[in-house]
């Protein structure tokens, strides 16, 4: 069985800086993508950053610049590093994974894959 465990996270000052990483632990046979989704206080969940299994990322406009998100295809792995944080940044942040699970040797359908979820609040 696939899971997302994510890491890292917390309360940070405006300005400040937050690294976010997850793995993909269990049976995960293709990735696609991996990537960040967010939902802040009364809004709801959004794409923050993905990575392709190409290599190829997108960002959501509030973010660029700021934030860069990394990928390590060989260990299912996917980091966040976040800069210059505002107030705005506030959410629960998710990672999330576009998969197909190996289940005794067979690939499943593609399908998402979503963290726990991290806090990140940044202080004004």
């Known amino acids: 069985q696939v899971q997302l465990v994510e890491s890292g996270g917390g309360l940070v000052q405006h300005g400040g800086s937050l690294r976010l990483s997850c793995v993909a632990s269990g049976s995960s046979g293709n990735i696609y993508s991996m990537g960040w989704y967010r939902q802040g206080p009364g809004k709801q969940r959004e794409l923050v950053a993905r990575s392709s299994s190409g290599g190829s990322t997108d960002y959501e406009d509030s973010v660029k610049g700021r934030f860069i998100i990394s990928r390590n295809n060989a260990e299912n792995t996917v980091a966040l590093q976040m800069s210059s944080l505002e107030p705005e940044d506030t959410a629960v942040y998710y990672c999330?994974?576009?998969?197909?699970?190996?289940?005794?040797?067979?690939?499943?359908?593609?399908?998402?894959?979503w963290g726990q979820g991290t806090q990140v609040t940044v202080s004004s």
């Open positions: 999330n994974a576009l998969l197909r699970a190996r289940e005794r040797g067979i690939l499943t359908p593609i399908k998402n894959y």
